[in-house]
């Protein structure tokens, strides 16, 4: 597989993590280049590693979890503040609630955030996300808990 | 019920959609990383020589998941690239014409606009006597910053250049993102990294064909040695120079301390004999005399 191969077809996926990392499109764009960039520069080590798309998908996550990306502030807070408890959801609740979930999660740590966009996206075990993130699988736990349990409580307090 | 993980997990998937498509990507990482490198083993011996200078100023992990890479195919670089010219670190190249005729941003251009106004410039507005433009990709684009001739400008980079790269908001604000001093260096189309070189001893004699140089990785290598990546060193005759390049494979992982990297020792054969020519860094542009007497 050569470099033009792999970007054409794997592009839009890395994106789209890209993306639920970081909240915002060009963010998402600077890091998969950033990421690409590197894998074209060790191209003959990433197409001899097991599973090269892990080897890249870890550049984009280390690209984010680097901290010198600036965190999208352009998205606001959707009110929801007078849904009823227990009430029938149309169409309009449920987008409002994705709307608070998104806000939310943009307000998480990068570690959390990532945790959950490679866990409830990705699908990860915790075993592949500790790989990916370089940390170890009690540290991914931590972080998804910590993480649910920010979203849980911004969720029963609309 | 709320159905925490389930609304999680609906969100990510409705917001994924929205993700940028990237149509360009290849375009710009090709552009930006040069293109596909060849490959050779490196004939003779190198030695290590560890010099121990430089500080640490980024403190990050090798993060290669894979671990390192013991059985390295050394890159060898085509002849000679270049007709273009990059600031050093970065990967963005350009004519070096433009170091001659530093053509002007357009002031009435969204970029010309904003670093005369809105956008605060990474030096001091006083320092600045130009601006041009030399690359801008989607929301990024790269500027070379021509500083005034003063001591505060030399201080800040010799060169009195500064390469700055601004970034494009959502709001369609720009601003500036990172900068640095841009000292000019020749760019090869091998994907390899820069290396500088010196004598360890005196300037050979003129009959000689073959002698040992130090050459040192510019790049963060985590403090590792180059031996096992360098290329063949690039030699190029003039009547009046022989100018060695000595080029090294990337450090096998993602991100690395930027410790002093250690010398290496290699032999450079010529073609014909040194003669009275001057012995000049092809790295650099234009080529630097290089140093003698300098410590194994």
Not at chain 1, 56 to 71: E, H, Q, S
Not at chain 2, 91 to 106: A, M, Y
Not at chain 2, 186 to 198: S, V
Request: hydrophobic content about 40%.
């Amino acid at each position: 597989m050569d470099f033009h191969e792999y970007v054409v077809n794997h592009r839009r996926q890395l994106l789209r993590l890209a993306y639920l990392l970081t909240g915002d499109a060009h963010d998402a764009e600077d890091i998969v280049q950033t990421a690409l960039l590197r894998a074209f520069r060790h191209w003959r080590q990433v197409t001899r590693a097991d599973h090269p798309d892990a080897y890249v998908r870890r550049m984009v996550v280390n690209a984010f979890l680097d901290g010198r990306r600036r965190r999208s502030a352009s998205e606001k807070p959707t009110a929801t503040g007078d849904m009823p408890v227990g009430a029938e959801r149309d169409h309009a609740d449920t987008q409002a609630e994705r709307a608070a979930m998104w806000t939310k999660l943009a307000e998480l740590p990068r570690a959390q955030r990532a945790v959950l966009v490679l866990r409830f996206y990705e699908d990860l075990d915790d075993a592949s996300i500790a790989e990916l993130m370089g940390c170890g699988p009690s540290t991914v736990r931590s972080n998804a808990a910590r993480g649910l349990a920010s979203l849980r409580k911004e969720s029963t307090r609309v | 019920m709320y159905d925490l993980e389930s609304t999680l997990r609906a969100t990510l998937a409705d917001r994924a959609a929205e993700a940028p498509t990237g149509d360009d990507l290849v375009d710009v990482v090709r552009r930006r990383g040069g293109v596909q490198r060849t490959r050779r083993r490196i004939a003779g011996t190198a030695t290590a020589l560890a010099l121990g200078i430089g500080v640490a100023v980024v403190a990050i992990a090798d993060l290669n998941p894979f671990g390192p890479d013991h059985d390295i195919v050394v890159t060898a670089p085509d002849p000679v690239a270049a007709d273009q010219i990059t600031c050093g670190s970065d990967q963005l190249s350009f004519d070096p014409d433009i170091l001659v005729e530093r053509p002007p941003l357009d002031p009435d251009s969204e970029l010309g606009t904003a670093v005369r106004t809105t956008a605060r410039p990474p030096v001091a507005a006083r320092l600045i006597e130009g601006w041009t433009l030399l690359d801008q990709a989607g929301s990024t684009a790269h500027l070379m910053i021509w500083l005034k001739p003063a001591a505060e400008s030399t201080n800040m980079a010799g060169s009195g250049m500064i390469v700055a790269t601004y970034r494009l908001a959502n709001d369609g604000t720009w601003s500036s993102w990172s900068s640095g001093e841009c000292e000019p260096q020749r760019a090869f189309d091998d994907g390899l990294d820069p290396a500088t070189w010196a004598l360890p001893g005196a300037r050979p004699g003129a009959e000689a064909t073959s002698f040992p140089i130090l050459v040192t990785e510019r790049g963060c290598a985590s403090g590792q040695s180059s031996e096992g990546r360098l290329a063949d060193p690039i030699v190029e005759y003039r009547d009046d120079a022989v100018l060695i390049t000595t080029r090294v494979e990337p450090p096998v992982g993602d991100m690395f301390t930027c410790l002093g990297n250690p010398a290496t020792e290699v032999t450079v054969e010529l073609d014909e004999p040194l003669g009275d020519r001057q012995l000049l860094d092809g790295m650099w542009f234009p080529p630097r005399p290089v140093l003698e007497n300098q410590p194994r």
